[in-house]
C-alpha cells in the first residue's frame, strides 16, 4: 500500500472537506430562514470565481485588492437577488421558489459561458509559494489560505448564531416566520442578509478552487457535489453540515485511491459521494444531526 499517496490523499481531502463545508452552511443558511433548497448555489462560485478572475486580469489589481471588492460585489448581488427575484415569491408554493432556483443556476450559466467562454481561464499567480510543506507532505498555497479562513468562517458562524442580534434574529426567523415578525424582526432584511452570506462564503470557495484548477463553467458543478455533505450532515444543522463536509471530502479522496489502487474503475472519485447519498437517504434521511419532523395525522 502506498501509505505517502493516502496521507496525500487525507489531508487533501480534510482542507477540501472544510470547503464542502463552508458551501453546506450556505445551504443550510437559506433553508433555516427561507425553507428553501437553492440550487443556484454552485453558480455562486461560478459568479464570484469569475468577478475576481476578470479584476485580476482585466484591471490588472494585485489579489489582495482584487479579493476584497469580489465579496463586496458579491455582498450586493446577493441582497439584489433576493429582492428583485426570490422577494416577490414569498407566500407562493417552496416548489415554485426552487423551480427559480433552478431556472436561476440555468441562466447564470449560460451567462458566464457567453461572457467568459467555456474554456478554463487560469488565474495569475497570487502567492510567492506555489506549495507548504504540511507534516512532510506538499499542500498547494491556495488550499492552506483556503482552510484558514474557512476555519475563520466556521468560527464567525458560531459566533454570529449564538450571540449577534442579526443571528438570533435568523433563528427565530427560522424557527417561525410568523412569531418572529410578531416581534419586531424584519423577515425580509433576514432573508436578505442569508442569500448576502450565501453569496460572500461561496464566491470564497469559488475563487479558491479556481485558483488551483482554473475557472471555468465545470465549477459550478461544486454546488452539486456539495448537497451529499448537506444530507449527510442534516439539511437543518450547521454542525452537521461542517461534519457532513469533512466526512465527504475524506470520502471521495479514499475512493480515488482505492479506485486507483485496486479497482481501477476510473470515475469512483466522482460518484462516491452520490453513493453515500443514497445509502444516507435510505438509512437516516434527516442526517447526522437533522430535525425530525413529527407530524400528527
Same mark, same amino acid.
Given at each position: 500500500?502506498? #501509505?505517502?499517496?493516502?496521507?496525500?490523499?487525507?489531508?487533501?481531502?480534510?482542507?477540501?472537506?472544510?470547503?464542502?463545508?463552508?458551501?453546506?452552511?450556505?445551504?443550510?443558511?437559506?433553508?433555516?430562514?427561507?425553507?428553501?433548497?437553492? *440550487?443556484?448555489?454552485?453558480? =455562486?462560485?461560478?459568479?464570484?470565481?469569475?468577478?475576481?478572475?476578470?479584476?485580476?486580469? $482585466?484591471?490588472?489589481?494585485? *489579489?489582495?485588492?482584487?479579493?476584497?471588492?469580489?465579496?463586496?460585489?458579491?455582498?450586493? =448581488?446577493?441582497?439584489?437577488?433576493?429582492?428583485?427575484?426570490? $422577494?416577490?415569491?414569498?407566500?407562493?408554493?417552496?416548489?415554485?421558489?426552487?423551480?427559480?432556483?433552478?431556472?436561476?443556476?440555468?441562466?447564470?450559466?449560460?451567462?458566464?459561458?457567453?461572457?467568459?467562454? !467555456?474554456?478554463?481561464?487560469?488565474?495569475?499567480?497570487?502567492?510567492?509559494?506555489? #506549495?507548504?510543506?504540511?507534516?512532510?507532505?506538499?499542500?498547494?498555497?491556495?488550499?492552506?489560505?483556503?482552510?484558514?479562513?474557512?476555519?475563520?468562517?466556521?468560527?464567525?458562524?458560531?459566533? *454570529?448564531? $449564538? =450571540?449577534?442580534?442579526? !443571528?438570533?434574529?435568523?433563528?427565530?426567523?427560522?424557527?417561525?416566520?410568523?412569531?418572529?415578525?410578531?416581534?419586531?424582526? #424584519?423577515?425580509?432584511?433576514?432573508?436578505?442578509?442569508?442569500?448576502?452570506?450565501?453569496?460572500?462564503?461561496?464566491?470564497?470557495?469559488?475563487?479558491?478552487?479556481?485558483?488551483?484548477?482554473?475557472?471555468?463553467?465545470?465549477?459550478?458543478?461544486?454546488?452539486?457535489?456539495? *448537497?451529499?455533505?448537506?444530507?449527510? !450532515?442534516?439539511?437543518?444543522?450547521?454542525?452537521?453540515?461542517?461534519?457532513?463536509?469533512?466526512?465527504?471530502?475524506?470520502?471521495?479522496?479514499?475512493?480515488?485511491?482505492?479506485?486507483?489502487?485496486?479497482?481501477?474503475?476510473?470515475?469512483?472519485?466522482?460518484?462516491?459521494?452520490?453513493?453515500?447519498?443514497?445509502?444516507?437517504?435510505?438509512? $437516516?434521511?434527516?442526517?447526522?444531526?437533522?430535525?425530525?419532523?413529527?407530524?400528527?395525522?
Amino acid at each position: 500500500m502506498n #501509505s505517502s499517496l493516502l496521507g496525500q490523499l487525507l489531508i487533501n481531502g480534510l482542507i477540501i472537506g472544510t470547503l464542502y463545508g463552508v458551501v453546506a452552511m450556505c445551504f443550510v443558511l437559506i433553508y433555516k430562514s427561507t425553507k428553501v433548497v437553492n *440550487f443556484a448555489q454552485g453558480e =455562486f462560485l461560478l459568479i464570484g470565481a469569475w468577478t475576481c478572475w476578470w479584476l485580476l486580469v $482585466r484591471f490588472e489589481l494585485p *489579489f489582495w485588492a482584487g479579493f476584497p471588492l469580489t465579496l463586496c460585489f458579491m455582498v450586493v =448581488f446577493g441582497i439584489a437577488l433576493q429582492v428583485l427575484v426570490l $422577494r416577490p415569491m414569498i407566500g407562493e408554493p417552496i416548489i415554485s421558489v426552487i423551480m427559480v432556483t433552478i431556472g436561476l443556476s440555468m441562466f447564470f450559466q449560460s451567462l458566464m459561458g457567453w461572457m467568459f467562454g !467555456g474554456f478554463p481561464r487560469p488565474y495569475p499567480q497570487a502567492f510567492s509559494t506555489e #506549495s507548504i510543506d504540511v507534516f512532510g507532505l506538499q499542500v498547494q498555497t491556495p488550499y492552506v489560505m483556503s482552510m484558514v479562513i474557512s476555519l475563520v468562517i466556521m468560527a464567525a458562524f458560531y459566533y *454570529f448564531f $449564538r =450571540f449577534s442580534k442579526a !443571528g438570533l434574529a435568523m433563528r427565530a426567523t427560522a424557527f417561525n416566520q410568523q412569531v418572529a415578525q410578531s416581534l419586531g424582526i #424584519s423577515v425580509k432584511n433576514v432573508f436578505a442578509g442569508a442569500w448576502a452570506i450565501s453569496a460572500v462564503v461561496s464566491a470564497l470557495a469559488g475563487i479558491v478552487i479556481g485558483m488551483v484548477n482554473g475557472v471555468s463553467s465545470a465549477l459550478s458543478f461544486f454546488g452539486i457535489k456539495v *448537497f451529499p455533505a448537506v444530507i449527510l !450532515g442534516g439539511l437543518d444543522s450547521i454542525v452537521g453540515a461542517v461534519v457532513g463536509g469533512l466526512i465527504i471530502g475524506v470520502l471521495e479522496n479514499l475512493a480515488e485511491f482505492v479506485d486507483g489502487q485496486y479497482l481501477h474503475i476510473g470515475n469512483l472519485y466522482s460518484v462516491a459521494p452520490f453513493y453515500a447519498l443514497v445509502i444516507i437517504l435510505m438509512i $437516516r434521511p434527516y442526517g447526522l444531526f437533522g430535525t425530525k419532523d413529527i407530524e400528527r395525522i
